[in-house]
């Protein structure tokens, strides 16, 4: 009998310690590979859940390292999965049909004297086994035996599919073991491109990294991050500060490292991923930006309950 897994806190550190415990391999869950292509190097997040997907990418430069990066790739893979069940269900397959006329059957088996030909009645009960009746065509005429047939299996069908739940293809861990040397090897293939994409240097200067809850209808469905709203909160940010850094610790990429040539800093939702939709509207004021140690440790757990903690310890106050 297959175990269901059960995406709980425990069930996390456990994919982290495995994760990174070897150090000369990381060990890859399913729904996470390695991205290397062109100018892109990335761990990416691919999860399915019912007829939604969620697709996420964490980036070698916004996560700060390889290893950091898939790190948060496993903390959005199981924040997906904690909060979104597989429900969709599907017909059995060898179902009886709906259509009382397709269930039954002119049949002639072998008697003591003569053929014994009756129509033959099939149904579902109301557990799904299966039933029949006979009416002897000798007894009851062919026309009324067929009658009688028929109007057995109309009454005594149930009418609703026998259906069972499609599985999970996460229901079993897997993992995919690749080398810590060559994901570095090939990380470092090709630079990052110095072209610059936005207007404002400020803002193409820094790498924010924050998860948006729009769900939005292409051939998927995807939870979405909004760069434009996450680029307004840095511009934002730093039209105040005049500097970025963490909202909680105060820490600051920058003047930690000095020979930095883009600033680090992360974007968090004041409210969860999970506990987003689409009529919800989503404000600046409604995100946090926070390094990289922070952001992990608001998800060890109940993020709402673990940012009202973390400000106390800080002493930062609610907006």
Request: glycine letters at 4%.
């Amino acid at each position: 009998m297959k175990s269901t897994i059960v995406y709980d806190e425990a069930n996390l550190e456990r994919t982290l310690r495995t994760a990174f415990e070897d150090p000369t391999e990381y060990k890859v869950p399913k729904g996470i590979i390695r991205h290397d292509y062109d100018r892109t190097h990335a761990w990416r997040t691919l999860i399915a859940r019912d007829t939604a997907k969620f697709v996420e990418y964490f980036y070698d430069g916004e996560s700060g390292s390889i290893e950091n990066g898939l790190r948060r790739a496993i903390l959005y893979r199981h924040e997906i999965l904690s909060n979104f069940d597989v429900t969709l269900t599907a017909d059995f397959k060898r179902a009886l049909s709906a259509d009382p006329e397709k269930r039954i059957k002119k049949v002639s088996e072998p008697g003591h004297l003569q053929p014994y030909v009756h129509w033959r009645a099939t149904w579902h009960d109301a557990n799904y086994n299966r039933k029949t009746a006979s009416f002897s065509v000798t007894k009851f005429g062919d026309t009324e035996a067929r009658r009688m047939a028929l109007e057995a299996a109309t009454a005594n069908h149930n009418p609703v599919p026998k259906q069972y739940r499609l599985p999970d293809a996460y229901a079993t861990e897997r993992w995919r073991s690749m080398a810590r040397d060559e994901v570095e090897r090939n990380a470092s293939k090709n630079e990052l491109s110095t072209r610059r994409r936005h207007h404002d240097p400020a803002v193409n200067e820094s790498h924010p990294f924050g998860h948006e809850g729009a769900r939005r209808f292409q051939f998927h469905m995807a939870i979405e991050r909004d760069r434009a709203l996450r680029n307004a909160k840095v511009a934002q940010f730093l039209a105040v500060s005049g500097r970025l850094y963490c909202e909680l610790c105060g820490f600051s990429f920058r003047d930690r490292f000095p020979f930095l040539q883009k600033d680090i800093i992360e974007v968090n939702h004041v409210m969860p991923l999970g506990q987003l939709t689409s009529a919800m509207r989503v404000e600046t004021k409604d995100l946090m930006l926070v390094c990289s140690n922070c952001h992990t440790a608001l998800h060890q757990g109940d993020a709402t309950e673990n940012l009202a903690a973390a400000r106390a310890l800080f002493g930062v106050h609610d907006a």
